[in-house]
């Protein structure tokens, strides 16, 4: 059965980078997205990408994170850079259902998805 499955997190200083994973099978013809959650507060959409590449951004993060698939597009990343203090979270891939339609001004919304990994934690300290 398909799953998803993140890696790639850790500890960095601020201004460094690091590149998260998400192992995403059988998931290629649909929209995809990074979100983040700290305990006790709501779940924030990142970076989502649809099926012909189109990609949305959270303002805080845009112009140092990038979200892309790789060719077979069984791989989701997140390509962070400039990492600051505020990014320190718990990172989640998730996907919407199954021929699901995303509205574009909610593309970026957590009810808009309904398969999930379990995390990767990513910590920005100096």
């Known amino acids: 059965q398909d799953q998803l499955m993140e890696s790639g997190g850790g500890s960095v200083q601020p201004g460094g980078s690091l590149k998260l994973s998400c192992a995403a099978p059988?998931?290629?013809?649909?929209?995809m997205a990074w979100f983040r959650q700290a305990p006790g507060q709501s779940r924030e959409g990142v970076a989502a990408i649809v099926a012909d590449g189109s990609t949305t951004y959270q303002p805080s993060v845009k112009g140092r994170f990038i979200i892309s698939r790789d060719k077979a597009k069984t791989m989701l990343y997140l390509q962070m850079n400039n990492l600051k203090p505020e990014d320190t979270d718990m990172y989640y891939c998730a996907a919407v259902p199954a021929n699901g339609m995303v509205n574009q001004y909610a593309i970026l919304e957590p009810y808009e998805y309904r398969t999930w990994g379990q995390g990767t934690q990513v910590t920005v300290s100096s």
């Open positions: 059988g998931y290629g013809s649909r929209t």
